[in-house]
């Protein structure tokens, strides 16, 4: 394995474990890249099906490949790829997503003109086999803004839609080895109170919907309450609300997905109620205000209708706001 000797200003870190496949597809997107200075750090999760040999012919001065002898799970092969970084950016690729061509250059411009953000963040595009894709909810405009009380409100992005400057991601603390679900969430509370981070609205991902992928933990909503402990005096309260609100969400979703709408919205409007934060924010907005247009022809009938409706209508009015 070679290695180069100028110091590029972005790595893409790609963690694998026995997808040959879709991994050659997502070294092939970053090869692809207009932006010319990364480098390509590959974290082999001890696979068996070809993978490191694959590896060993790919490597070179701008492809890198880590294996480990053991299988130590995605967040631990993260790490290990972060150590080796050597860019000032770095980026976390799945093994079977793909980068769009201009995806680093859009990124790491975003982050050049906002030297004290602490990463970017653009839209994906999700794909299935079948042919069938969606552009992910996402900001339609540019933006600059502190996003932790937002992670605690249930948002976050995929892990590849994301440049983070690696010094605070590294005082951060890195990736929570412990976890298996939503420790991109987690990596995102502990860095998203460091500063700021800037939004493109051009996509630049491509994130691939499959059958292999992890499904939802309900345990790791533990995870916000704890961090809670970790902000000021002042904050804490702000972030209490939006936890409680994000509870209502989640029972809200839970009642439309189970055939009960009036639930559903009675939910959606305490969520509003408690942190009105969730029907300002862009980031936010799209999916609390999205559930309720669903449900809300179903449930707004008759006179038990009409008071749900008021409180709707006063709920979106305390939310209103840039």
Partial sequence: MSGSVSTPQVTVVVPTRNRLALLREAVASVERQTFADWE?????????DGTREWLEQSAGARVRTLALARHSERTVARNRGLDAARGSEVMFLDDDDRLVPDALALLSGALA????????????????PYGGRERARHPRRRLVRHVWREVLAGWDSGSGQALFRSEPLRRAGGWNERLTYWELGDLWIRVATRGPVAFVPETILELRLHGGQTRPDPSSEDRRECF???????????????????????????????????????????????????????LTRSDVLGNMATVAPRALVGRRGRAAARSVRGALWRGRGP
Avoid: K, N
Wanted: charge should be neutral; proline fraction near 5%; glycine fraction near 4%.
């Fill in 113 to 128: 003109r906002h030297p004290q953000c602490v990463a970017a963040v653009g839209a994906a595009v999700r794909f299935d």
């Fill in 40 to 48: 390509l750090v590959v974290v082999d999760d001890a696979s068996d």
């Fill in 228 to 282: 809670l402990e970790h902000l000021s005096e002042s904050e804490r309260a702000d972030g209490e609300r939006i936890v409680r609100a994000r509870a209502h969400v989640l029972a809200g979703d839970a009642a439309r997905l189970a055939g009960h709408p009036a639930a559903a919205l009675r939910h959606y409007v305490r969520a509003i109620a408690t942190a009105p934060l969730l029907a300002r924010s862009p």
